[in-house]
């Protein structure tokens, strides 16, 4: 399946400023599968070194961590030879390695040629115990598959094609919208990890891809584990299980698990938060740029990692979701905002990776945007519903009370002209932000 990031990689490989790569992400995203790709066809030779998979790799890494000793014995593990740029390494699932993490400094420093890729599902536990080399890598995250991602895994490269985007938008055509609603229902059931796309697609069963989706719940729960022996499984169980129904609200954390001590539930999502299994989204009074210097560590709501786990953990009726006339409504409109929350951070977020929301609490008039973005050093509030202008009441207070904002953007399913009134554009669901 051809995942965006490949094109990512491709101009990394070209770069003359080039450091060893680090592809960021949840586990079973893609991350392995779209690495060896890369490499495959775009060197002469892809060495694979799975950290998780053999732990006798870690001896290389125990004592000198020269680059040219460290090939040396990875030639000899392999039994192939590395050849600066002809020859990819890739350290797989490289946090079970904490020496392999360190050693890229040096790769940098010593041996820039030679083009070395890393992954992990887990970095985010290794990087707060070692002295990771910052600036001497290079990050790119990569999420689950996004709209565009799952139309051309399912033969409708055409139509991914024709996914419009807010710059460009024109009127879209009735049977090009109504081809992409029809698909976005999919999507919502299926979602964007792989293996349940690849089972959908070759089955065209949504019972199958939901079996998927189990699966993958029940190992996220046991890899956590392992890595965090110190953590209640009872609390990460019911987190797991009830944070997909809280997206696109408010949350409290006496709320989220009224049985448990606050600390105990603060911990758990907490390793939730690393495995990025789920974002936090923060308010911010956007005051200014950057967004995040703005925020309330108080004021959050979360985003699930996917939304066809998240589907699948809430129990939504299926048949609801193909036959409602208008899908922003399903499950209290949580599934459309867990869809652009999920679109967005797979576009890079708001700033550096992060989501934010704007919310304003008072007695006499509160008001909550669903997010905010900056874009070229312009500030758009989105709200994802339905409805006229004069129903976008808390639109048009955030508007109002920052006058430099240009305009804002309102998503949805039911609308496929471009319309704007009072500094509100309505746009499409799918439309690319």
């Not at 066809?41 to 998979?53: A, L, N, P, S, Y």
Request: with cysteine; proline share 4%.
């Amino acid at each position: 399946m051809k995942r965006d990031i490949v094109e990512v990689m491709l101009r990394w490989k070209d770069s003359q400023s080039r450091k060893p790569l680090i592809v960021r992400g949840a586990r079973q995203v893609g991350k392995t599968y779209s690495v060896k790709l890369f490499g495959a066809e775009h060197f002469k030779d892809c060495v694979v070194f799975d950290f998780e998979r053999d732990r006798s790799l870690q001896a290389i890494f125990s004592g000198d961590l020269s680059p040219s000793k460290i090939v040396r014995e990875l030639e000899i593990y392999a039994g192939k030879r590395i050849v600066p740029g002809e020859t990819v390494v890739f350290f797989d699932e490289i946090q079970a390695c904490e020496r392999a993490l360190m050693s890229l400094r040096y790769f940098y420093e010593e041996m820039p040629e030679l083009h070395i890729l890393a992954a992990g599902s887990l970095l985010e536990f290794a990087m707060s115990s070692i002295s990771f080399p910052v600036g001497r890598v290079t990050f790119e995250w990569m999420r689950p598959m996004t709209f565009k991602e799952f139309l051309v895994a399912s033969g409708k490269e055409i139509l991914a094609e024709n996914i419009p985007d807010r710059i460009n938008i024109s009127t879209v055509s009735e049977n090009l919208h109504h081809s992409l609603v029809e698909q976005l229902r999919l999507y919502f059931l299926v979602g964007g990890m792989p293996e349940a796309v690849k089972r959908f697609v070759e089955t065209g069963s949504l019972t199958e891809a939901q079996k998927v989706h189990e699966d993958i719940i029940q190992s996220y729960l046991q890899s956590l584990l392992s890595y965090e022996t110190r953590t209640d499984s009872g609390s990460l169980d019911h987190l797991m299980r009830s944070i997909p129904s809280h997206v696109g609200a408010q949350i409290k954390y006496t709320h989220l698990d009224p049985e448990r001590r606050i600390e105990k539930t603060k911990k758990s999502l907490a390793v939730l938060e690393k495995a990025l299994l789920v974002h936090l989204i923060q308010a911010t009074d956007v005051s200014g740029l950057p967004l995040g210097a703005g925020t309330s560590a108080k004021i959050m709501k979360p985003l699930f990692v996917d939304i066809g786990l998240m589907q699948t953990i809430c129990g939504i009726d299926v048949k609801e979701i193909l036959h409602a006339k208008d899908i922003n409504h399903v499950y209290r409109g949580a599934l459309a905002e867990q869809f652009v929350g999920q679109e967005l951070l797979a576009a890079g977020g708001s700033e550096n990776g992060k989501l934010y929301y704007w919310s304003r609490r008072k007695k006499s008039s509160s008001a909550e945007v669903d997010f905010v973005i900056a874009r070229n050093g312009c500030i758009y509030p989105i709200e994802v519903k339905s409805g006229a202008a004069g129903r976008m009441k808390s639109m048009h207070i955030f508007l109002a009370e920052h006058p430099f904002v240009e305009k804002g953007f309102v998503l949805s399913p039911v609308k496929h002209e471009k319309q704007e009134v009072d500094r509100i554009e309505f746009l499409p669901l799918y439309v690319t932000l």
